[in-house]
């Protein structure tokens, strides 16, 4: 087993090293390397944190960063529980300083003691959210946030929908934009957007699975990890029915590619193609029984290099690049 990080970064690799087509030598060396880098970063974020403490004298300042903000006269930061909202990124910039502004402001009017943390991914590989989402919980492993919120960043609270970013109060985590309340979902099984883990929960399932590379699946994935563990069904929002938009605003988007594959054998070929085409001969690669019911991969599993770490407006910036196990997802780097 390899640590690719230490001081709170815990990225293990338990498959056997044959399976990988990166070489064990390869990977030590490179990770010996990056240990040393991670030092320097770590130097960085610290002076951060001084910077922006000396400018602020915030008392209400987070173990990561000091908030630059001020809080309404008739509300004050709880500090029984410490959330981390947890945002995984890449090339939605304008998204993205959206969502960080409202949430915070929306947060610290529900009187959260809270950071939000975004997780950029590098542009090497697809997109994988349950990775980046396994590696911003593993980069707060030895912190004190105790529950964590996995945020997508198309999906904003509305101030008039007031949905709480509450700590899950029984065994099962918190979902807060199930159908109904998702300004999109348009299925009753549906799990993603928003979710709200304690660090228990999340590490009984073991995080998400990290075989979803391109578009979805990860949250039915996670679905099936939550029904094995007897966590379900999850606690939702207590809130009256209204309007589908009425609680979280939608940021449009170009409508994701839906990666398929064609062929058996050594006869295989990986695609992107917007969802809405014909199938044809082809499958959703993501929905292949063996990667929608597997529990194996995970926090165990997840290998991640940190490139930089700086702020974003009241946000900690993390960006980082994923491993991607060819052997076992060799459709990952199927950019296009």
Request: hydrophobic letters at 35%.
């Amino acid at each position: 087993m390899l640590q690719v990080f230490h001081n709170g970064i815990s990225a293990e690799l338990n498959p056997d090293a044959s399976s990988l087509s990166l070489s064990l030598q390869t990977l030590e060396a490179h990770l010996a390397s990056q240990k040393e880098r991670y030092t320097v970063l770590q130097r960085q974020l610290e002076q951060l944190e001084q910077s922006v403490a000396s400018t602020t004298g915030s008392a209400a300042a987070t173990a990561s960063i000091k908030r630059t903000r001020s809080l309404p006269n008739n509300v004050s930061f709880t500090q029984e529980h410490k959330l981390a909202v947890l945002v995984p990124y890449r090339d939605r910039e304008q998204h993205l300083a959206k969502l960080v502004s409202r949430i915070d402001r929306y947060l610290v009017a529900q009187g959260r003691n809270f950071t939000i943390f975004v997780i950029e991914q590098s542009a090497q590989y697809l997109f994988n959210r349950g990775a980046l989402l396994n590696t911003g919980f593993q980069l707060l492993e030895g912190s004190d946030y105790d529950h964590f919120a996995f945020q997508d960043v198309d999906t904003i609270p509305t101030d008039r929908g007031n949905v709480q970013y509450s700590y899950p109060a029984g065994a099962a985590p918190l979902h807060l934009t199930p159908y109904g309340i998702h300004p999109t979902a348009n299925f009753e099984d549906f799990f993603g957007g928003i979710t709200i883990f304690t660090r228990k929960q999340f590490e009984k399932v073991n995080g998400y699975g990290i075989n979803f590379w391109g578009w979805g699946r990860e949250d039915d994935n996670m679905r099936q990890r939550l029904l094995l563990h007897g966590m379900l069904p999850p606690e939702l929002p207590a809130v009256p029915k209204r309007t589908r938009r009425f609680y979280f605003e939608h940021q449009k988007h170009k409508k994701a590619l839906e990666w398929r594959v064609e062929g058996n054998g050594s006869e295989v070929h990986y695609y992107g193609v917007n969802p809405d085409q014909p199938y044809g001969d082809a499958r959703i690669v993501s929905v292949q029984p063996h990667l929608m019911q597997e529990t194996t991969t995970g926090l165990n599993t997840t290998i991640f290099w940190i490139n930089s770490v700086q702020t974003y407006g009241t946000a900690v910036h993390y960006k980082v690049s994923l491993f991607c196990d060819h052997a076992q997802t060799p459709w990952c780097d199927e950019l296009s």
